[in-house]
Antibody
């Protein structure tokens, strides 16, 4: 049974960089795509971006200029960096596994527990 | 971006009664090459991440009770809970994986009447 364990800082000041890591325990790390999603009362569920096992990435255009998602296959983990945070970036952040169908990404079939990120001066 | 609009925003249903949630897409999410609708449904309970219930618009995940069913095609989809149980109280979301950015509906809160 795969488990996604999130790590990272919860309280940031405006202009700082948000950094989160998701460690994947159990199951296969290859053959999937790995995503970050955030949730806030104002924005609902918002997909941030994804990283494939080979390191290729896709980002939400609304965040692309500030987001980097990377993968470390040797440690079965992937990470999110979001630069220049503002109050609008305060949210629960989830990592999630995306099931693949042939070469296409499909549903989010496993999720991390979530990390609450607050932004305050 | 593909916009998913769910209706209603909330509904209250008596235990044992049917709950129906609709999801309308601003764009076709049916790939004609494989005749699959690239849409999923999730359940989220307080303090928990979303849980995948249904993929391909109508394929129930292993372990999901058969009172949950999905239907629809192209732009109009429905999640039905045939006989509401107390443990089904949650917020339900549809999500498209037809295109990036992947997008979610705004959610429908299901409560017991």
């Amino acid at each position: 049974q795969v488990q996604l364990q999130q790590r990272g800082a919860g309280l940031l000041k405006p202009s700082e960089t948000l950094s989160l890591t998701c460690v994947v325990h159990g199951g296969s790390f290859s053959g999937y795509c790995w995503s970050w999603i955030r949730q806030s009362p104002g924005r609902g569920l918002e997909w941030i971006g994804e990283v494939y096992h080979n390191g290729n990435t896709n980002y939400n255009p609304s965040l692309k200029s500030r987001v980097t998602i990377s993968i470390d296959t040797s440690k079965n983990q992937f990470s999110l960096n979001l630069t220049s945070v503002t109050a609008a970036d305060a949210a629960f952040y989830f990592c999630a596994r995306e099931r693949m169908d042939s070469t296409m990404v499909t549903v989010f079939d496993n999720w991390g527990q979530g990390s609450l990120v607050a932004v305050s001066p | 971006d593909i916009v998913l609009t769910q209706s209603p925003d909330s509904l209250a249903v008596s235990l044992g009664e049917r709950a129906t949630i609709n999801c309308k897409s601003s764009h076709n999410v049916l790939y004609t090459s494989n005749n699959k609708n690239y849409l999923g449904w999730y359940q989220q309970k307080p303090g928990q991440p979303p849980k995948l219930l249904i993929s391909w618009a109508s394929t129930r995940e292993s372990g999901v009770p058969d009172r949950f069913s999905g239907s629809g095609s192209v732009t109009d989809f429905t999640l039905t809970i045939s006989s509401l149980q107390a443990e089904d109280v949650a917020v339900y979301y549809c999500q498209q994986y037809y295109a990036t950015p992947r997008t979610f509906g705004q959610g429908t809160k299901v409560e017991v009447k």
